[in-house]
């Protein structure tokens, strides 16, 4: 495997790791806050599932910066002058309509609202969505890495300088 590959499959890795943990910690808050736990049997948000998703998933969003820019795509500069906050932050908004979408289409069309139907819409089905893209946006938008120019590849080749003309009678 190419050098160029192995460091794409060590992003990728990383990025799915520090996802990973957001996420766990996206999920833990959407069920307590849904659907209680054995310490909170009136759960705050019961029937407001949507905006628990994006509450809890705000929090994941800030964990997940501080991972991608300090660990996932440390290698990688940002043209913006925020760091690319800005831009994580506006990409994790529309990128969250993804799983919020499914979440709404669960409850609000099938009229499912138990735990594992909560879960599997927004939380697999609709995360795995949004998970994809938010690597390649942030990879390609936040975390961009300018690209060196390749010898011999795209370059614009200028002939050279003719000499000045003597003009002899």
């Known amino acids: 495997m190419d050098q160029r590959w192995r460091r794409r499959l060590d992003e990728v890795a990383r990025f799915l790791a520090v996802g990973g943990v957001a996420t766990l910690v996206a999920l833990f808050l959407f069920n307590l806050l849904v659907h209680g736990n054995w310490a909170v049997s009136d759960p705050p948000l019961s ?9 809890a998933n705000s929090v994941g969003m800030v964990i ?3 991972g991608s820019r300090h660990w996932a795509f440390k290698h990688r500069e940002t ?3 925020d760091g690319g906050r800005t831009a994580y932050v506006l990409i994790n908004l529309l990128t969250m309509a993804l799983p919020v979408s499914c979440l709404w289409f669960s409850r609000d069309v099938l009229g499912l609202d138990d735990p594992w139907a ?8 609709g995360l795995s969505f949004g998970m994809v893209a938010r690597f390649y946006l942030f ?3 936040v975390f961009s ?7 011999g590849v795209g370059a614009i080749m200028t002939p050279p300088p003719t000499p000045p003309r003597t003009h002899t009678p």
Do not use: E, K, M
């Open 47 to 55: 029937d407001h599932a949507l905006l628990a998703y994006v509450l």
């Open 79 to 81: 043209t913006y002058a």
């Open 139 to 141: 990879r390609t938008v």
């Open 118 to 125: 909560d879960n599997l819409s927004a939380n697999v089905i």
């Open 64 to 66: 997940s910066y501080r």
């Open 145 to 151: 890495q300018p690209r060196l120019p390749q010898p």
